[in-house]
């Protein structure tokens, strides 16, 4: 065989130094694409990460670049990470599962919110950016719908946001905070979680998830709070990319400008290849 650049050897022999068991490069390394095992091996340097990450991939199907941004985010080092009372909550292996699927932080750098933002702000927006926060959800959520009304005892409720996990096999209520988790927010959401239950659940659907996020939280008070709630709750928070400051927004142009311009671009490109051709 020949015809490798020097890069295309360089990985090889990167490769081979990695997975010297040639059982796992069979049963794991093998089954995702070439380039996928490359990236693996520029930004994952501990074996037992890498596989994980592998495996993932298999799971779900993964692009090149969805996998490079899952490593670029930590997803590894965040999956699993929330807080919750699921073990005393959901049966066994459903918990397992659920536990899984949160993470802590949640990464949404895809929004840019000053910090007098208010819950409807951080809301709006993931709404605006739907696809990114699906994509930083995970896989198996479905959107269901924001400000979602639900009425009990003739008074009218809304739930920030509501979700199905076609893996759970249940809905997902969320309750966005841009505060400090305070222990009153897990009441609130156990009323949330009793009512869709009873409202919205099928029969063939399983129980109800409350994930509240907030901007910071205490462990110790999370783990109190949550101690004698009878419904499936957890609590992660998340990270905002910094919004720029208020001097600077003006003097820069938005991403519609430089939309139009790229495109204004083009066609002034396009329309001279046409004129010299």
Partial sequence: MKGFSPRNLNYMRAFAEAYPDEQFVQQAAAQIPWFHNCTLLDKVKDPTERLWYIQQTIEYGWSRSILTHQIDSSLYHRQGKATTNFNHTLPQPQSELAQQ?????????????????????????????????????????????????????????????????????CFVVIDLKVVEFEPEFSGKMNFYVSAVDDLLREEDDRPTIGIILCKTQDKTIVEYALRDINKPIGISTYHLRQALPEQLQGNLPTIEQLEMELNTAALQIETETDTTG
């Fill in 101 to 169: 699927i949160l993470k802590d932080p949640y990464n949404f750098d895809f929004l840019s919110l000053g910090k007098e933002a208010q819950e409807r702000d951080l809301e709006n927006a993931l709404v605006a950016h739907i696809r990114d926060f699906l994509l930083e959800l995970g896989v198996g959520f479905a959107f269901v719908g924001s400000q979602y009304p639900i009425e009990v005892s003739g008074k009218q409720y809304r739930l920030d946001l509501l979700f199905y996990h076609f893996r759970l096999h």
